[in-house]
């Protein structure tokens, strides 16, 4: 059973936005103090992703472990209530990040998949985006 009334359960779902969330703007502020300067709101690449490097032709999907299931996350658990619906709703997030990844394969750009995770220990985040941009790309 949730801990939550129905009320206050749809009031803090409410609340959660799309864009410009925390974990983005974590990544951003690391990809700026690297040196990396990137665009957002690009819509021609598939899936729309939250940030886009057009240098390292890198688009950059900041996924929330809750929504986007992260696989072995403890952010990636499952509701008790609405088992039903949450499920339905996770399988279709799932089906639908697997379409963007074929869709992007067949275009110039490269995904880079960051978990919001991820994102709660900066060092960390700097170390991953490090490591992708500076070793791999130079």
Same mark, same amino acid.
């Given at each position: 059973?949730?801990?939550?009334?129905?009320?206050?359960?749809?009031?803090?779902?409410?609340?959660?936005?799309?864009?410009?969330?925390?974990?983005?703007?974590?990544?951003?502020?690391?990809?700026?103090?690297?040196?990396?300067?990137?665009?957002?709101?690009?819509?021609?690449?598939?899936?729309?992703?939250?940030?886009?490097?057009? !240098?390292? $032709?890198?688009?950059?999907? %900041?996924?929330?472990?809750? @929504?986007?299931?992260?696989?072995?996350? +403890?952010?990636?658990? #499952?509701?008790?209530?609405?088992?039903?619906?949450?499920?339905?709703?996770?399988?279709?997030?799932?089906?639908?990040?697997?379409?963007?990844?074929? !869709?992007? $394969?067949?275009?110039?750009? %490269?995904?880079?998949?960051? @978990?919001?995770?991820?994102?709660?220990? +900066?060092?960390?985040? #700097?170390?991953?985006?490090?490591?992708?941009?500076?070793?791999?790309?130079?």
């Amino acid at each position: 059973m949730d801990s939550l009334s129905p009320e206050k359960r749809s009031w803090n779902m409410s609340q959660i936005r799309s864009k410009d969330t925390k974990p983005e703007i974590t990544v951003r502020k690391v990809l700026h103090s690297l040196g990396l300067r990137f665009r957002l709101g690009r819509t021609d690449i598939p899936g729309k992703p939250d940030i886009v490097l057009p !240098k390292y $032709k890198t688009a950059i999907y %900041v996924h929330g472990c809750f @929504w986007h299931r992260h696989n072995g996350c +403890k952010y990636a658990y #499952t509701p008790k209530s609405k088992m039903d619906f949450w499920n339905g709703k996770f399988a279709a997030n799932i089906k639908r990040d697997n379409e963007i990844s074929e !869709k992007i $394969k067949s275009t110039q750009w %490269v995904q880079l998949i960051i @978990w919001e995770c991820d994102t709660r220990d +900066k060092d960390r985040l #700097t170390k991953i985006l490090k490591e992708y941009f500076y070793d791999t790309k130079e």
